[in-house]
C-alpha cells in the first residue's frame, strides 16, 4: 500500500545536538512539506518542496534545515540553532496541483533534553 | 490574505448527541475544502472533501459537511457521536486551480462526554 513514513516515532537528544527526522513516501507526489505542532498553536508549516532539489521556507523555518534529493524522501534537520525544538513533527505530501490534499506521516515526537 | 478561522477551540459534546464543528474562509475565489481529523499522537487523516457539485458531502466515520458559498462557511457534521470521535478537527482551504498549498484553520478540540 501507499503512503508515507516517518521515523522514528519517539525521538530524544540532548540540548546543543542536530537530528534529522526522517520522511518517505511512495505515492509518487511531487510536493512534500514539513509542520510542526505544539499544544494548542495547530499546524505552523516550516519547509515545503514542489519538485526534487527545490525547496522553499515557511512561515518557522529559522533553526531548521532540509535537503530534496530524491522525490521520495524529504529530510528535516532540527539545528543547534533552533531555540524551542521539543515539538511534534508532521510530514505530509500531494501531488503538484489541482486541490488534491495532503497525505500526511504518523509524526516523530522529539523531545530535546 | 487567505484565511481559514475555526470559531472554537474546545466543544464537549454528550455522546449520541450532534455535532457541527464550525469552519469559515476568506477566499476571492471558489475553493477546494478539507476537513481532516487527529487522534492524539498520530498525523491527520482525511475526512472529506469538497471541489465542486452537490454542497453536501459525505465523508468517513459518518461525517458530512456543507459547503455555503454565501457563508464562506464549510462546517462539519455527524449526526450522533461516539466516544472514539475525541480528537482535533482541522479544516483547510485551497483556492482552486492555484496549487496544493492548503491553508490550515487553528483546530477545534472536541471531547465526549459518557
Known amino acids: 500500500d501507499g503512503g508515507i513514513t516517518q521515523s522514528p516515532k519517539y525521538l530524544f537528544r540532548k540540548e546543543g545536538q542536530n537530528v534529522t527526522l526522517s520522511c518517505e513516501q511512495n505515492?509518487?507526489?511531487?510536493?512534500m512539506y514539513w509542520y510542526r505542532q505544539d499544544p494548542g498553536q495547530g499546524l505552523r508549516l516550516i519547509y515545503y518542496s514542489q519538485i526534487v532539489n527545490d525547496f522553499q521556507k515557511g512561515d518557522i523555518a529559522e533553526g531548521y534545515s532540509v535537503s530534496r534529493e530524491k522525490k521520495e524522501s524529504f529530510p528535516l534537520t532540527v539545528t543547534s540553532a533552533q531555540k524551542n525544538p521539543t515539538a511534534f513533527y508532521l510530514c505530509?505530501?500531494?501531488?503538484?496541483?489541482?486541490?488534491?490534499?495532503?497525505?500526511f506521516g504518523s509524526g516523530t515526537r522529539l523531545t530535546v533534553v | 490574505a487567505q484565511s481559514v478561522t475555526q470559531p472554537d477551540i474546545h466543544i464537549t459534546v454528550s455522546e449520541g448527541a450532534s455535532l457541527e464543528l464550525r469552519c469559515n474562509y476568506s477566499y476571492g475565489a471558489t475553493p477546494y475544502l478539507f476537513w481532516y481529523v487527529q487522534s492524539p499522537g498520530q498525523g491527520l487523516q482525511l475526512l472529506l472533501k469538497y471541489f465542486s457539485g452537490d454542497t453536501l458531502v459525505q465523508g468517513i466515520k459518518g461525517f458530512e459537511a456543507e459547503f455555503k458559498r454565501s457563508q464562506s462557511s464549510f462546517n462539519l457534521r455527524k449526526p450522533s457521536v461516539h466516544w472514539s470521535d475525541a480528537a482535533e478537527y482541522f479544516c483547510a482551504v485551497v483556492e482552486g486551480n492555484a496549487g496544493n498549498m492548503l491553508t490550515f484553520g487553528g483546530g477545534t478540540r472536541l471531547m465526549v462526554k459518557p
Open positions: 505515492l509518487n507526489h511531487d510536493a
Open positions: 505530509a505530501s500531494s501531488i503538484a496541483s489541482g486541490g488534491s490534499g495532503y497525505t
